[in-house]
């Protein structure tokens, strides 16, 4: 994996002959979702402004609160291992390039007008985020720094007052002293599309994803990565960086992946994957007839939880890809990546246009309908016992490896929770968010509302039949039987109906659950079918 990942380091990094520093002073590239050196605007913009950068990571202890309307935690234990797997990654390749991380655990809102008062900083730097949650905590920021008068005559005194676990040794190159406020400077660094570029104002977005994909793929141009300098220091000085904290130390715990894909955090891991996906086994070329697949690890790129961290570019993402088409093939399945990346940016623009509608029961359309927040249903679902076994192990997956396929994801257990069961659409979503090693606020909850029929859906109503896409995607019920053993011993065409031989149907499907005699699809009435996939 290191020596992977260190040729596509060489790959996408420059020469420090081929960079201009003409900045002064220190900043602050305060990382968060973007846990990455390649192709990282803020890291780099911000070792171009100065002489001196400050990496600096804040555990905030409001992404290990409860979810806003049912309570849940808005980070499990899964993708806490990812996410410290991902700091301790990140930690190791910044040192590498002559940085260091600053751990610090507390609110940003805090910390970082600390620390920049210590380190006599002049900006921070960071990625751009557009829901609201964030929002409030780059506004919060910014205030905090607004009230730090930087000045190079700081005693001794006044900076051990500010933060006592920070042993350090200001420096203003040149003997610069700054009396102005240091400021935040926020880049856009999280699509594939620069919000720049798009050929239409935020508010103007279409509301059909093909009509924005036609648009910005026949009117722009994805920019170049952002070639980092092979060497980033020196650090600033400072005799305690920070630990990363165990599981324990945030108060969760984890059982082993033993079943199906154990994801490993980080840069180097994103890397790898994509070199093994791409280049060793050349599945790439067969990504679109495979994407739909269910069992094992190869069907599709699986790199979602890396995006969602900015362990990988979208960007850079696109580079390989368009370098594999010219020294490999180019096919449907080479541009469906790319597609499935601009879905990707297109919900992360719409949860700009539409602010938090997103997250409220009417999303973006504000549909007024009668949902059941029954909590003994919803565990039969979130537990995966509903009695229907395709269901069932798509939630069994989700709970042990932190992932579940697109197609179970919306066509399954989406469709199944607001259609067959009527549950508010939120429960699954904020479930969603704690269990989700990909889990962005944007895909996550875009998906949902789409997929509940509030959101950006051409079709309202849209009906997934369970019978049918058990025919269609586990015809012989291979992917049950991994994820219920006790289905194994069936009889192939009775695994996704096993009858008494399994646990009880918790509620009726909307349009029948009688499977034939010997397969899996339903008798339905022409308006039936047509309203179904």
Request: hydrophobic share 35%; glycine share 8%.
């Given at each position: 994996?290191?020596?992977?990942?260190?040729?596509?380091?060489?790959?996408?990094?420059?020469?420090?002959?081929?960079?201009?520093?003409?900045?002064?002073?220190?900043?602050?590239?305060?990382?968060?979702?973007?846990?990455?050196?390649?192709?990282?605007?803020?890291?780099?913009?911000?070792?171009?402004?100065?002489?001196?950068?400050?990496?600096?990571?804040?555990?905030?202890?409001?992404?290990?609160?409860?979810?806003?309307?049912?309570?849940?935690?808005?980070?499990?234990?899964?993708?806490?291992?990812?996410?410290?797997?991902?700091?301790?990654?990140?930690?190791?390749?910044?040192?590498?390039?002559?940085?260091?991380?600053?751990?610090?655990?507390?609110?940003?809102?805090?910390?970082?007008?600390?620390?920049?008062?210590?380190?006599?900083?002049?900006?921070?730097?960071?990625?751009?985020?557009?829901?609201?949650?964030?929002?409030?905590?780059e506004r919060r920021v910014c205030k905090g720094l607004?009230?730090?008068?930087?000045?190079?005559?700081?005693?001794?005194?006044?900076?051990?007052?500010?933060?006592?676990?920070?042993?350090?040794?200001?420096?203003?190159?040149?003997?610069?002293?700054?009396?102005?406020?240091?400021?935040?400077?926020?880049?856009?660094?999280?699509?594939?599309?620069?919000?720049?570029?798009?050929?239409?104002?935020?508010?103007?977005?279409?509301?059909?994803?093909?009509?924005?994909?036609?648009?910005?793929?026949?009117?722009?141009?994805?920019?170049?990565?952002?070639?980092?300098?092979?060497?980033?220091?020196?650090?600033?000085?400072?005799?305690?960086?920070?630990?990363?904290?165990?599981?324990?130390?945030?108060?969760?715990?984890?059982?082993?992946?033993?079943?199906?894909?154990?994801?490993?955090?980080?840069?180097?891991?994103?890397?790898?994957?994509?070199?093994?996906?791409?280049?060793?086994?050349?599945?790439?070329?067969?990504?679109?007839?495979?994407?739909?697949?269910?069992?094992?690890?190869?069907?599709?790129?699986?790199?979602?939880?890396?995006?969602?961290?900015?362990?990988?570019?979208?960007?850079?993402?696109?580079?390989?890809?368009?370098?594999?088409?010219?020294?490999?093939?180019?096919?449907?399945?080479?541009?469906?990546?790319?597609?499935?990346?601009?879905?990707?940016?297109?919900?992360?623009?719409?949860?700009?246009?539409?602010?938090?509608?997103?997250f409220h029961l009417g999303g973006p359309r504000k549909?007024?309908?009668?949902?059941?927040?029954?909590?003994?249903?919803?565990?039969?679902?979130?537990?995966?016992?509903?009695?229907?076994?395709?269901?069932?192990?798509?939630?069994?997956?989700?709970?042990?490896?932190?992932?579940?396929?697109?197609?179970?994801?919306?066509?399954?257990?989406?469709?199944?929770?607001?259609?067959?069961?009527?549950?508010?659409?939120?429960m699954g979503a904020e479930w969603f968010e704690t269990?989700?090693?990909?889990?962005?606020?944007?895909?996550?909850?875009?998906?949902?509302?789409?997929?509940?029929?509030?959101?950006?859906?051409?079709?309202?109503?849209?009906?997934?039949?369970?019978?049918?896409?058990?025919?269609?995607?586990?015809?012989?019920?291979?992917?049950?039987?991994?994820?219920?053993?006790?289905?194994?011993?069936?009889?192939?065409?009775?695994?996704?109906?096993?009858?008494?031989?399994?646990?009880?149907?918790?509620?009726?499907?909307?349009?029948?659950?009688?499977?034939?005699?010997?397969?899996?699809?339903?008798?339905?009435?022409?308006?039936?079918?047509?309203?179904?996939?």
């Open positions: 994996m290191e020596r992977i990942a260190d040729e596509t380091m060489h790959r996408y990094s420059r020469s420090n002959n081929d960079a201009k520093r003409k900045g002064r002073g220190t900043v602050i590239v305060w990382f968060r979702n973007d846990l990455r050196v390649l192709d990282n605007e803020v890291l780099f913009q911000a070792w171009c402004s100065s002489e001196l950068v400050l990496p600096v990571y804040c555990l905030d202890p409001r992404h290990f609160a409860t979810t806003h309307y049912f309570g849940f935690p808005k980070t499990g234990a899964l993708r806490a291992q990812f996410l410290i797997e991902c700091l301790e990654d990140l930690k190791r390749n910044l040192v590498k390039r002559g940085l260091d991380l600053l751990i610090r655990q507390g609110k940003p809102e805090e910390i970082l007008p600390s620390i920049a008062r210590t380190f006599g900083a002049h900006a921070v730097y960071a990625q751009k985020e557009t829901c609201s949650e964030e929002l409030d905590v607004q009230l730090v008068a930087l000045s190079s005559k700081a005693t001794s005194n006044e900076l051990s007052g500010m933060d006592p676990s920070i042993d350090a040794k200001p420096r203003h190159a040149s003997g610069i002293s700054f009396k102005e406020d240091p400021q935040l400077h926020l880049m856009w660094g999280s699509t594939m599309y620069h919000i720049d570029d798009l050929p239409f104002g935020i508010d103007h977005i279409p509301d059909v994803y093909t009509q924005f994909r036609k648009s910005v793929e026949s009117k722009c141009r994805i920019r170049d990565c952002i070639k980092v300098p092979k060497y980033l220091g020196p650090a600033p000085s400072t005799s305690d960086w920070g630990c990363i904290p165990t599981l324990g130390q945030l108060g969760l715990s984890l059982d082993q992946v033993k079943r199906g894909m154990k994801f490993s955090g980080g840069e180097n891991a994103a890397l790898s994957r994509v070199h093994e996906y791409f280049w060793k086994r050349d599945l790439l070329s067969t990504y679109k007839k495979t994407r739909n697949g269910m069992v094992g690890a190869d069907y599709s790129t699986k790199l979602s939880p890396w995006l969602a961290t900015g362990c990988l570019s979208p960007r850079l993402l696109c580079e390989e890809v368009k370098r594999y088409e010219k020294e490999r093939v180019t096919n449907d399945s080479t541009y469906w990546v790319l597609f499935e990346l601009i879905w990707r940016d297109y919900f992360r623009f719409l949860s700009i246009k539409y602010g938090n509608s997103i549909v007024k309908r009668n949902w059941s927040q029954d909590g003994k249903l919803f565990n039969c679902w979130k537990d995966g016992c509903t009695g229907y076994p395709l269901i069932d192990a798509n939630m069994k997956e989700l709970s042990t490896t932190g992932f579940m396929s697109n197609r179970g994801r919306q066509q399954i257990v989406c469709s199944f929770l607001v259609r067959d069961m009527g549950l508010d659409w939120r269990c989700l090693l990909d889990y962005d606020p944007c895909s996550n909850y875009g998906n949902w509302t789409y997929g509940a029929g509030v959101g950006n859906d051409p079709r309202e109503d849209r009906y997934f039949s369970i019978p049918k896409q058990a025919q269609t995607y586990d015809p012989e019920g291979e992917y049950v039987a991994f994820w219920l053993p006790q289905l194994r011993m069936l009889p192939k065409d009775k695994r996704h109906f096993p009858g008494r031989l399994y646990i009880q149907q918790i509620v009726p499907l909307k349009f029948g659950n009688n499977p034939r005699q010997h397969g899996t699809q339903t008798i339905l009435s022409d308006r039936q079918r047509k309203s179904r996939r």
